[in-house]
Structure formats: C-alpha cells, structure tokens
C-alpha cells in the first residue's frame, strides 16, 4: 500500500465496544459508510448493501484513491433497479478493511498499528458492526440487504442471526460456507503476502515500505477464479502483449499475463495487505451451517418470514449454482418464501457486477 | 420439468385471462391460503392468486427464462427440479399444492403426488387426456402418435413422458388412497360435464386430498 494522506471518509464510531467470535473485543470500533438516497420519516425505506471482500463502501460514487466510479454504479443510483429515489441506501466499509473502517491499519490501544495483533474477524463480526450502525442510524428494520460473493454471505448471516432486522435479503454469486477448493485459494494469496519480505510479520506500516508483491501476486491468483474460462479465452485467448513473437523470455508475453499484473499492481494502491489477510481469513471461517449445529436449515428458523432471493450464474465456479442451491434446499426446508434463479452470464463469478440485463430485472422486481 | 403451454388466452375482449384449467384452480383455492405452484412457468397463476385472493403464493419451475419472468414480477418462484427438489418442504406447508400440466412430464408421477399431498392439505392436478376422442381419432386414422393443442410437439421431443388418460388417473388415485374433492373436465377451451369424460374431455382438473 502506498503511504497516502489519511482518508476524508464519513465515518461514525460506534459507542459500545465490539465483542467478536474470537472472544475478543475492539474498542472504539469506527465504521467508515457512504449514503445514497434520503432516508424517510418512518426509516423504513433502508437498504444495507454489503460489500465484497476488495469492495468498499463506494457503490455509486467516485472513488477517493483511484477516482474510478463506484463499483456498483449499473444497479444503485436513481431510476436502477436499486433506486435511490425512493430507496436510502447504505454501504459500510466492513471491519478489518481499509478505506476507513477499523482494521489492521488503525491504531491499536498503544497508538501504534494494530498490524497482526488485530483481532481474527468473522462475517458475523463485519455484520454485527454493522447492526450497531443501523442502531445508531434509528434503523430498526431494514427494507433489504444486499450483497453480492461476500457481501451475500454478509446478507445470510445477517438473515441467520438478526432476522428481525430485515424484510428482504437478496443474495448474489454467493455461498454459506467456504468451501475446501475456495479456502485453498485464498491460502496461495494469503502466503504470496507472508512470503514478501517486505511484509515483516505484519508490521510494515513504519518501515515505509509494503509487500506490495505479495499482495499483486495474491490479487492475481484470485482474480482467475473470478473469471470465467471461456470469458479469458474470449477475452485474451493466445494473444501476445504488444509483440509480433514469443520473446523466449518471461517477460508478459501473453496478453493475459499482461492483464494479471496489471491487476495485481493496481490493487496495491488501494488495498493493505493485512486486511486481506484478515478478510480473507473471515471468508474461509464463513460456514453458516457450522454456526447453527450443523444443520443449514437452522441458521434460518427464524427468518421464514424474511423474503429471499438469491442469484447464480452459470459460469461461476467460485460460488457455484450447487453451493447456492444449498441455501434453497435450506430455506425451502423452513417454509420461507425464496427466490432463486441460476442466470447466465460468460463472466463467471464477476457477472454480478458486470452488464447482465436479466440480474437487473430481477432485482427490481425482488427489491420491489 | 418445463411446460410448454401458456398459462394465459386471448379472451372474447383480446385481453389476456388465465388458461381455462388454471382459472378453475384460481376460483377453488381457499382466501389467503399458502399456495406451492409446482411448474409454475412464468408465474400468472401465482399473480391471480396474490392479487385476488390474498394467498401467500411460492412456486417452483424449471426453465430459468420463466423464473427470471416470475421474480421479475415480485413472485417468489424457486429454480428447481420437482422431480427431487419437492422433497426439502415439510410436511403440510401449504394449504394447497398445485400441479398444472406437468404430471405427465414426471419421472415419478407417483412419488411426485405423494409428496404434493405430503406438503399441501389439498392438491390441484390437471393434464391432458390422452383418451380424448380426437387423440383416438388421429391415432386410429394416422396410425402415428398425435400432435394436438395440448400435446403439440412430436414423440421424440415431447417432455410427456407418462402419457394418461381421465379413467387412468381415476385407477391411479383408487390404488394409492387419494380421495377426489372434486373435478373437472374441458374442450375447446370450454369446461363440460362429467359425464364419458374419458371420451370428451381434452384435459382435466382433479382436486385431492388424502
């Protein structure tokens, strides 16, 4: 992470401490969150978008480091299938990430970065936090949560675990639980980043520099499994970068080798390297079913009157259609009114945040 | 699962009104009544029910295309196989199950009754008669499978793969405990009497209990 001037974001420390699966508690916990929309006189007409494991809570505005759009941009806004015209939409930065939420960057009780001594965080964990932010807000009841890969785990622990907050929950290419294949990748990242002597056991926010190797290598692992195969092969095929010839070299020969490192690279300069580490780890603990006794249907018990609507797509094989079906069997099981399609996209696991008319349709007509 | 007639006509004043088998199913089930529409294509049955009867509306349906319509509408539809995926449900979860068009399709037509009369209090079955006098007449006169309103594609295309007839089904439920509620026959789009349903009837509708 490139050392940057310290982030106007607007943020709001929530009063009382955090206590976390883990047993432990973090105090003075501030989430960093962005709105969209007006909030109404009765603050039934809230949406809580979680965001995703590199996400944050820019869905529909400029990004402050990259001054990209917002990440979300085709669904939130006035008029899209999420409107906010009608809808207040809300987006916090979860717990252990860093565009202004506490996590391994913040300042721990000695004023020093937490770096590794912060806490291991659950999804439950980044949920709760943000059920203290819909407390402070007056927000008793949500219209909706939504989320898309991990912010629809966010969603179904927010559905198992605080079921009378919501009436809706819409999840999107997402799981409930990480599987062996889904942990296995995020260990190659998590260990390109510990591999990185620039990583220092965590503790490099002083020494000026950051394992931004490790991190881009991690990044590029993982944005394989978000894309599809045919959607590289369409995409990049063969293609050579910039050449006529193979260079008998290991420069990027490839197009997609091009195209990985240049994803690797940009990531740095948004993302720390120890929040990925955490957030990652959060992922790979997710198991919704474990959480409950072991059986998924009763995570939900509950929330058989909360609405469901969960979406796949075809081509994704991070969060596949048979892990999503899990959940459906789940909820069919408990009698709760759910949704669910398997839609198909050439985007594998990304189709969620790509041009997919039919994801659009169906969210307007789930949000309602 | 997937069925591929539609669930609306062209009524006498061109607007679009239920298929006649399933508007009789819509004028029998109970007020706000929970309702599991099993092949529920793109969900106009569920809709009718929701918004006339107050009911508590899911469905189930095979194609994606129809439940991406169904969600679309605001329905609570799931993507699934009814074949397998019925057996997730408790027991009596519904007040009323319906299978319109489909049981002709099952792999198990039986295991797939026993599990709408396991969910619902009450299931509504419809399916075309194989027995309809017209069915006869092609077969005798053709000699080659028939290609009808309600049966309209070609042997090998067909997702009808237990082909029935009125006094078929009829045996079918005596053999397995089902009692019949009620019933009703239709042609031409018109219901008509019970009365040599086997021969007259295009396709009916069978109201169950067990």
Same mark, same amino acid.
């Given at each position: 992470m490139v050392s940057r001037p310290t982030l106007q974001v607007q943020s709001l420390r929530l009063e009382a401490p955090l206590a976390l699966d883990?047993?432990?508690?973090?105090?003075?916990?501030?989430?960093?969150?962005?709105?969209?929309?007006?909030?109404?006189?009765?603050?039934?007409?809230?949406?809580?978008?979680?965001?995703?494991?590199?996400?944050? !809570?820019?869905?529909?505005? !400029?990004?402050? %480091?990259?001054?990209?759009?917002?990440?979300?941009?085709?669904?939130?806004?006035?008029?899209?299938?999420?409107?906010?015209?009608?809808?207040?939409?809300?987006?916090?930065?979860?717990?252990?990430?860093?565009?202004?939420?506490?996590?391994?960057?913040?300042?721990?009780?000695?004023?020093?970065?937490?770096a590794m001594n912060f806490p291991v965080i659950t999804i439950r964990d980044?949920?709760?936090?943000?059920?203290?932010?819909?407390?402070?807000?007056?927000?008793?009841?949500?219209?909706?949560?939504?989320?898309?890969?991990?912010?629809?785990? !966010?969603?179904? =622990?927010?559905? @198992?675990? $605080?079921?009378?907050?919501?009436?809706? %929950?819409?999840?999107?290419?997402?799981?409930?639980?990480? =599987?062996? !294949?889904?942990?296995?990748f995020h260990e190659v990242g998590r260990q390109a980043i510990m591999a990185d002597p620039a990583w220092?056991?965590?503790?490099?926010?002083?020494?000026?520099?950051?394992?931004?190797?490790?991190? =881009?290598?991690?990044?590029?692992?993982?944005?394989?499994?978000?894309?599809?195969? @045919?959607?590289?092969?369409?995409?990049?095929?063969r293609r050579l970068q910039d050449r006529d010839a193979k260079s008998f070299g290991f420069d990027a020969d490839f197009q997609v080798e091009s195209y990985l490192r240049y994803q690797g690279i940009s990531f740095t300069?948004?993302?720390?390297?120890? =929040?990925?580490?955490?957030?990652?780890?959060?992922?790979?603990?997710?198991?919704?079913?474990?959480?409950?006794?072991?059986?998924?249907?009763?995570?939900?018990?509950?929330?058989?009157?909360?609405?469901?609507?969960?979406?796949?797509?075809?081509?994704? $094989?991070?969060?596949?259609?048979?892990?999503m079906r899990d959940v459906v069997h789940a909820l069919n099981a408990v009698a709760a009114p759910v949704s669910f399609v398997e839609l198909s996209a050439p985007y594998g696991h990304d189709s969620f945040l790509l041009d997919v008319p039919a994801l659009d349709r169906v969210v307007t007509g789930f949000v309602g | 699962?997937?069925?591929?007639?539609?669930?609306?006509?062209?009524?006498?004043?061109?607007?679009?009104?239920?298929?006649?088998?399933?508007?009789? +199913?819509?004028?029998?089930?109970?007020?706000?009544?929970?309702?599991?529409?099993?092949?529920?294509?793109?969900?106009?049955?569920?809709?009718e029910l929701q918004a006339k009867k107050g009911v508590d509306a899911r469905g189930m349906e095979i194609d994606p295309e129809e439940v991406e319509k169904a969600v679309a509408r605001g329905l609570s539809v799931v993507q699934g196989d009814a074949n397998r995926d019925l057996a997730d449900y408790p027991d009596k979860a519904f007040d009323v199950a319906i299978l319109s068009q489909t049981l002709q399709t099952a792999q198990r037509p039986h295991w797939l009754l026993n599990q709408l009369l396991r969910i619902g209090e009450q299931a509504f079955v419809s399916f075309?008669?194989?027995?309809?006098?017209?069915?006869?007449?092609?077969?005798?006169?053709?000699?080659?499978?028939?290609?009808?309103?309600?049966?309209?594609?070609?042997?090998?295309?067909?997702?009808? +793969?237990?082909?029935?007839?009125?006094? #078929?089904?009829? #045996?079918?439920?005596r053999d397995h405990n089902v009692r019949v509620e009620d019933r009703w026959y239709f042609a031409n789009g018109r219901e008509i009497g019970g009365s040599n349903a086997n021969w007259r009837a295009e396709h009916a509708v069978f109201q169950l209990s067990r």
């Open positions: 883990c047993g432990r508690v973090l105090d003075n916990v501030t989430l960093a969150f962005e709105t969209y929309g007006a909030l109404n006189d009765t603050k039934d007409n809230a949406i809580l978008l979680c965001h995703a494991l590199t996400g944050d !809570q820019f869905v529909a505005s !400029q990004h402050p %480091v990259t001054g990209k759009p917002g990440w979300w941009e085709r669904m939130v806004g006035p008029g899209k299938p999420i409107d906010t015209d009608r809808f207040h939409v809300i987006c916090a930065n979860v717990v252990g990430s860093c565009m202004g939420s506490t996590g391994p960057a913040s300042a721990g009780a000695d004023g020093a970065p937490f980044m949920v709760r936090a943000q059920i203290a932010l819909l407390d402070a807000l007056g927000i008793e009841r949500l219209h909706a949560v939504v989320g898309g890969s991990m912010g629809g785990m !966010q969603a179904l =622990s927010l559905a @198992a675990n $605080w079921p009378q907050r919501t009436q809706r %929950v819409l999840g999107i290419a997402t799981t409930a639980r990480h =599987s062996a !294949q889904n942990i296995a220092a056991k965590g503790d490099y926010y002083a020494s000026g520099q950051s394992p931004d190797k490790g991190l =881009s290598v991690a990044r590029m692992a993982a944005h394989i499994t978000y894309l599809s195969e @045919a959607g590289l092969t369409e995409k990049f095929g300069d948004r993302f720390d390297a120890n =929040s990925y580490l955490y957030i990652t780890r959060a992922m790979d603990y997710f198991d919704l079913a474990e959480e409950h006794g072991g059986r998924l249907a009763d995570a939900f018990g509950k929330a058989s009157d909360v609405r469901f609507c969960l979406v796949s797509f075809d081509t994704d $094989w991070l969060y596949t259609t048979a892990d | 699962m997937t069925h591929h007639y539609p669930t609306t006509q062209v009524g006498p004043a061109n607007s679009e009104a239920l298929r006649v088998d399933l508007a009789k +199913i819509a004028a029998h089930v109970p007020e706000n009544a929970r309702v599991l529409d099993v092949g529920c294509g793109d969900g106009a049955l569920m809709a075309p008669n194989f027995a309809y006098w017209r069915m006869r007449l092609s077969l005798l006169r053709n000699g080659r499978m028939p290609v009808t309103r309600h049966l309209p594609v070609n042997w090998y295309e067909t997702p009808n +793969i237990h082909h029935l007839t009125v006094n #078929d089904f009829r #045996d079918f439920l």
